[in-house]
């Protein structure tokens, strides 16, 4: 069993900047894959970045390639978003997800799931 708990969002300005916080509890979390996925109002929930739980692999949807990094922290079981040059269309709940092995591109395939955090930009 996995929870997952994110932190980080806000207001901010566009072209400035957030760091997104996904906490897990759980002995195995080095061995998740871990993911981030928004949804803004009115649209479904997309795909922004994952890494892997082996080597680290990342990957990132076209929209925030260049602006968003991913990184995880195994030994404090927390995995963040970087976000960078925020645009108005970044303006989404955020949420993070787990699942065992390997990256999936659709949120329905994560075993686990965050409550989300909201993240705001202004124009």
């Known amino acids: 069993q996995v929870q997952l708990v994110e932190s980080g969002g806000g207001l901010v300005q566009a072209g400035g900047s957030l760091r997104l916080s996904c906490v897990a509890s759980?002995?195995?979390?080095?061995?998740?894959?871990v993911a981030w996925f928004r949804q803004a109002p009115g649209k479904e929930r997309e795909f922004v970045a994952a890494?892997?739980?082996?080597?680290?692999?990342?990957y990132y949807a076209d929209s925030v390639k260049g602006r968003f990094t991913i990184s995880r922290d195994n030994a404090k079981s927390t995995v963040y978003l970087q976000m960078s040059s925020l645009k108005s269309e970044d303006t989404a709940i955020y949420y993070c997800?787990?699942?065992?092995?390997?990256?999936?591109?659709?949120?329905?395939?994560?075993?686990?799931r965050g409550q989300g955090t909201q993240v705001t930009v202004s124009s």
């Open positions: 890494v892997t739980q082996s080597v680290g692999s990342t």
């Open positions: 759980g002995r195995t979390f080095s061995s998740y894959t």
């Open positions: 997800a787990a699942r065992p092995i390997g990256v999936a591109y659709l949120d329905r395939y994560y075993s686990y």
